[in-house]
């Protein structure tokens, strides 16, 4: 492995790579984030106009659909069916201290999901809560926040992220979260728990975003990928709690929230439960199977096509929701991801007009990321190119469209040969690696090569660098805080007039290069030894050596 943090040797000019153009990155992005696209919510008239949009421009660009096959002959796009729920009107939420109840207003106190476990309504009475610490099962850690509660009938309280993310050591690697740390996992250790519900405290550190980025990710259109036994995998009531609300409630129990919070960073925690506190919900739930769809184009490779290079970004926002305090209800989804979309169809562009490369380039826009990574996992699940023959997924979500930068990132840092290729390619452009700045954010469990990693194939979600050329460290970490705070999963996330798209153009010349080598070599890179992805991986090595 190359010392990640080391700088390279000035190159001495950039290789030859494609011209990316900024004003058509710029036109793609305006278009695809306009309010006529109504934030590009799956299974939505958004969505028809962002599909027909994405397979016209691949088209045009030369691309050659790579979809589902139909009478012998690829479509542009691979149906993915999802459960759609949403909670029909106002949810009745409350709290009760000593008997006495109060209200908790959705949005405001509190986030509950519409259902996906496939229950019509929800009806929890005077549900006693209990205090589970992290949420977290780690047999391997010897780690283990249940010690055997029964939760039947209880709504568990968790807080976000690992145990270590305060104290930056213990079981759990210190900063950089594990998978135990995604809201996602502590919902279905609730699930295989049968609690009643799950509600986790939201704080904005170990979360890495805001009350806002929750209550509008939460409270509208929920969608979950097709389960046979839904209820395995998700309880009756998921949702998030301020932390003011949730310290007021330990208080009315008579517990110290923080001094629990302590508590639970050790392994000798044990669950609590609030005396003389209960909850109770009342709301039904519109649910329906529908139909969405990743949009595929191809370029057939000349010498080895049954094997792939994927390039993927999600084509799916938000959608409509609630009003900011503006009045604004479009979730336009300007940088998250209309960027890594553009980015998509001219990396196409490129492929199509270049000499074609010897093993098949796909191009992958994926639905419903926003709601779980779900078009990725359809994709990985049931693959339209078989994963054992994927050289490499690579992924764009949420590139910066400003000005230059002297490095570039990855959401996470796993090890793996394929960062080794992406950084030895960027310090051709004089461009260095500068690690996931925020391990403890969980990025790497939050895009869309993560359902390919888990399931062994090389994958790295590319990320725009913080050390601006204008700037420097100081003036990059500002615009990404300032995103964070004021545009992230909100409608202020708008195409602005001021991108330059310059800093985006540079870095695709710099995947694309990664894209074409690999797709002109024989090289099968891997993930690092003691990586969790590389038994996976090694298990369908004889498909690829014939060994």
């Given amino acids: 492995m190359p010392a990640y943090a080391a700088k390279p040797a000035k190159a001495p000019k950039a290789p030859k790579a494609p011209t990316f153009d900024t004003k058509r990155?710029?036109?793609?992005?305006?278009?695809?984030?306009?309010?006529?696209?109504?934030?590009?919510?799956?299974?939505?008239?958004?969505?028809?106009?962002?599909?027909?949009y994405l397979i016209a421009q691949f088209?045009?660009?030369?691309?050659?659909?790579?979809?589902?096959?139909?009478?012998g002959k690829r479509t542009w796009t691979q149906p993915v069916p999802l459960l759609r729920a949403q909670i029909s009107g106002t949810p009745t939420l409350s709290v009760a201290v000593k008997k006495k109840a109060r209200a908790l207003t959705q949005g405001n106190e509190i986030a509950v999901r519409a259902a996906l476990?496939?229950?019509?309504?929800?009806s929890i009475k005077n549900a006693p809560l209990v205090f589970a610490g992290y949420g977290v099962s780690a047999p391997e850690r010897q780690w283990d926040d249940f010690k055997g509660v029964d939760l039947k009938g209880k709504i568990a309280v968790v807080l976000i992220n690992d145990p270590d993310f305060e104290t930056g050591n213990g079981a759990f690697g210190g900063k950089a979260m594990t998978y135990y740390g995604r809201w996602t996992y502590k919902y279905e250790e609730a699930a295989r728990r049968g609690a009643a519900g799950l509600l986790i405290v939201?704080?904005?550190?170990?979360?890495?975003?805001?009350?806002?980025?929750?209550?509008?990710?939460?409270t509208n259109t929920m969608f979950d990928v097709v389960r046979d036994n839904p209820r395995a995998s998700?309880?009756?009531?998921?949702?998030?709690?301020?932390?003011?609300?949730?310290?007021?409630?330990?208080?009315?129990?008579?517990?110290?929230?923080?001094?629990?919070?302590?508590?639970?960073?050790?392994?000798?925690?044990?669950?609590?439960?609030?005396?003389?506190?209960?909850?109770?919900?009342?709301?039904?739930?519109?649910?329906?199977v529908i139909t969405s769809q990743n949009v595929v184009g191809r370029i057939e490779g000349s010498k080895r096509p049954d094997e792939t290079v994927i390039y993927s970004a999600h084509w799916d926002h938000l959608g409509v929701g609630q009003p900011d305090a503006k009045g604004d209800t479009i979730y336009n989804g300007a940088v998250d991801n209309a960027t890594g979309t553009a980015a998509l169809i001219e990396m196409g562009r490129s492929f199509?007009?270049?000499?074609?490369?010897?093993?098949?380039?796909?191009?992958?826009?994926?639905t419903a990321e926003e709601k779980g990574l779900l078009g990725s996992e359809y994709y990985s699940a049931k693959p339209l190119y078989p994963l054992a023959k994927t050289v490499a997924v690579i992924n764009t979500d949420a590139l910066d469209p400003g000005g230059l930068s002297r490095d570039f990132t990855t959401s996470g840092s796993a090890k793996q040969e394929l960062l080794d290729d992406l950084i030895a390619t960027a310090q051709k452009w004089n461009v260095t690696y500068a690690p996931d700045p925020k391990p403890e954010a969980g990025h790497f469990f939050r895009s869309d090569h993560f359902p390919f990693a888990k399931r062994g194939v090389p994958a790295v979600s590319f990320g725009s660098g913080e050390d601006k050329v204008d700037g420097g460290e100081a003036a990059g970490k500002a615009e990404a805080e300032a995103y964070v705070k004021d545009r992230y999963h909100q409608p202020a996330d708008q195409w602005e007039p001021t991108w330059t798209f310059a800093g985006m153009a540079r870095d695709l010349q710099i995947i694309y290069t990664l894209g074409s080598d690999l797709a002109n070599s024989n090289r099968w890179p891997n993930w690092a030894e003691d990586s969790e992805f590389r038994a996976t991986r090694d298990e369908s090595s004889a498909e690829r050596t014939g060994k």
Avoid at 34 to 45: K, L, V
Avoid at 117 to 122: E, F, N, R, T, Y
Avoid at 202 to 218: F, I, Q, R
């Fill in 59 to 71: 088209k045009a660009a030369g691309v050659q659909p790579g979809g589902e096959l139909k009478d």
């Fill in 25 to 52: 990155l710029s036109d793609e992005v305006k278009t695809l984030s306009s309010d006529e696209f109504q934030g590009r919510g799956p299974a939505t008239e958004g969505e028809t106009k962002t599909v027909d």
């Fill in 117 to 122: 476990d496939g229950s019509k309504a929800v």
């Fill in 202 to 218: 939201h704080e904005t550190d170990p979360a890495s975003y805001g009350w806002a980025t929750v209550k509008n990710s939460n």
């Fill in 234 to 288: 998700h309880p009756a009531l998921e949702g998030w709690i301020q932390r003011d609300t949730a310290v007021s409630l330990f208080k009315s129990a008579g517990l110290d929230f923080d001094k629990l919070k302590k508590q639970a960073q050790t392994r000798e925690f044990k669950p609590v439960l609030l005396k003389n506190v209960t909850f109770s919900a009342n709301y039904n739930v519109d649910s329906e």
């Fill in 352 to 366: 199509a007009k270049a000499k074609k490369p010897q093993r098949s380039v796909v191009f992958l826009a994926v």
